[in-house]
């Protein structure tokens, strides 16, 4: 099983009518590896336990894997986002939630569990919620504020309804509106600037909400605007670009609830069927890992059938660094020995990443964090292979042979550090890229043997010559990086 992939300066052999797909069903594929390899009884407690968000997504994966459950997937619209237990679902049309006994096509619906006492508590328990939360507009009132959003979002007989409701004498008893239920869904979280608990240096010079503060125009286009409800929209403030890829823009934004900056990867591919859109979110949870060295993941979902991806926001990627600086070779270690880390990690985890260059090894703060999941896949190849960016891989994955996916990331890292050291960008073919193929590396004046030694085995052709992630982190080079640490 293979897959070539089409991104510029990528191996582009002939993948059939699945490039776009390949990796989405790969990541589906990853997923319920690991679902399966758990225990039935963990399985089944797991599947119960929604409370826990880190395995949300487990009944889903086992809903993808069952046939007939798969069979009805493809029939409903159904809810994608990972935390689906947790927040509303932007993306799914307003009654997929409900329960079953409740007719959404009725405006007047008996709620059997809601005697009248109850609703009033909650009715006022709501009111102070929004009143709590709505710092952009705090002349408002909660009921005034509810009411306007309302008259946006509904219809005239829905508002009599929740005028009644909210006045506290409900003419319609033990009722709940799918009015009342939508407009729930589209409160929107604080606009919290900046996270008191936190002390990341990341502060922006200009209020991000702007005169917005006076108005409700911005609090109504993020409810209501372009195609709906967003997810995005109502949960993150959009600061500015700070990437583009190849399938992707890649945006700074303020997370309204905890005031904290993150990296918002929005996928332009369209991705249509439900299986492509289980596999990617699946995969995103999987592979981006607890781990200083690896990009963090928080949260992916859809939007108008695209995969939005949140994850730590970093400074910058290396690419930015090859043009503009040459490392020291003491710089060149750090980056070396942080990525040996990162793959440890990920190897161990019986995943390789398959796309180490310097545009997917991002700085925060001084840390290297590699990133850009996009072609992982597990190292027992029981999975389809898209490999990552042509000019870092080895001469065996050009061959086709895929026996040894760990020592592909330690063969494109040492090629990731030899463009770092050497301070220009590898060519797409040509000398150089040929040259490293076949080992011989020319020499790099100003460097110690040990290091050019170094990138010469992790360069090998031979992949079983070239060091693990573990064997290359106890490389006696690293020491004083090592001592370092410890202290
Ligand atoms: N977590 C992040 N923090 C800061 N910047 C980021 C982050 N992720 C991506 N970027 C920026 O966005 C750019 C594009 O990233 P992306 O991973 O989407 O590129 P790509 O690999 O070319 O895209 P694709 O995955 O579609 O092929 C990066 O080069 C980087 O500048
Ligand atoms: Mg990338």
Same mark, same amino acid.
């Given at each position: 099983m293979r897959r070539r992939a089409v991104k510029k300066g990528r191996i582009s052999k002939s993948r059939g009518s699945s490039d776009m797909e390949g990796s989405l069903t790969r990541h589906l594929q990853v997923q319920l590896r690991q679902v399966s390899l758990l225990p039935p009884q963990q399985r089944q407690s797991l599947s119960t336990n929604t409370s826990d968000s880190s395995i949300q997504h487990l009944p889903v994966a086992s809903a993808v894997g069952d046939a007939g459950a798969a069979a009805d997937l493809d029939e409903k619209d159904f809810i994608? $986002?990972?935390d689906f237990f947790c927040t509303p679902d932007y993306i799914t049309p307003d009654n997929q939630n409900l329960p079953k006994s409740v007719d959404c096509n009725k405006e007047e619906i008996p709620c059997p569990r809601s005697p009248e006492k109850i609703n009033t508590v909650k009715t006022k328990r709501q009111r102070q919620d929004f009143s709590s939360i709505n #710092?952009? $507009? #705090?002349?408002?009132s909660d009921h005034q504020q509810v009411i306007e959003l309302a008259k946006d979002i509904l219809g005239t007989d829905e508002l009599m309804k929740e005028k009644l409701k909210v006045n506290g004498t409900?003419?319609?008893?033990?009722y709940i509106s799918p009015s009342v239920v939508a407009l729930r869904c589209r409160v929107m979280p604080p606009p919290c600037i900046k996270n008191p608990y936190l002390d990341d240096g990341m502060e922006l010079?200009?209020? #991000?909400f702007g005169n917005q503060r006076s108005k409700c125009a911005g609090i109504l286009s993020a409810f209501v605007g372009g195609d709906g409800l967003s997810r995005y929209h109502s949960d993150f403030h959009e600061i500015k670009q700070i990437g583009n890829g190849n399938f992707s823009r890649v945006f700074k934004v303020l997370k309204r609830i905890d005031g904290c900056f993150y990296a918002v990867k929005h996928s332009t591919r369209h991705l249509h069927q439900d299986t492509e859109r289980y596999s990617c979110l699946l995969l995103n949870a999987h592979t981006?890992? $607890?781990?200083?060295n690896i990009v963090g993941y928080y949260s992916s979902w859809f939007e108008n059938e695209q995969l939005y991806i949140q994850m730590e926001l970093c400074d910058h990627s290396l690419s930015a660094s090859v043009a503009s600086q040459s490392f020291t070779e003491g710089e060149v270690l750090k980056i070396l020995y942080q990525m040996a880390k990162a793959l440890q990690f990920m190897h161990g985890q019986g995943i390789a990443h398959l796309d180490v260059k310097p545009d997917n090894i991002y700085v925060k703060n001084g840390v290297y964090k590699l990133g850009d999941f996009g072609c992982a896949t597990l190292l027992d190849k029981s999975l389809p292979i898209e490999e990552g960016d042509a000019r870092y891989m080895p001469q065996e994955i050009l061959n086709e042979n895929y026996d040894h996916l760990d020592k592909v990331d330690i063969f494109s890292l040492g090629t990731a550090v030899y463009e770092l050291i050497r301070g220009s960008p590898l060519l797409e073919s040509g000398h150089h890229s040929f040259i490293h193929r076949e080992g011989k590396l020319p020499l790099l004046p100003g460097h110690t043997l040990q290091f050019q030694n170094l990138l010469k085995v992790m360069m090998d052709p031979d992949p079983t010559q070239r060091p693990s992630a573990k064997e290359l982190m106890v490389n006696p080079i690293f020491e004083r990086i090592r001592r370092n640490a410890k202290t």
């Open positions: 994608l $986002s990972q #710092p952009v $507009s #705090p002349s408002f409900p003419k319609i008893q033990n010079d200009v209020d #991000p981006y890992r $607890s781990h200083e």
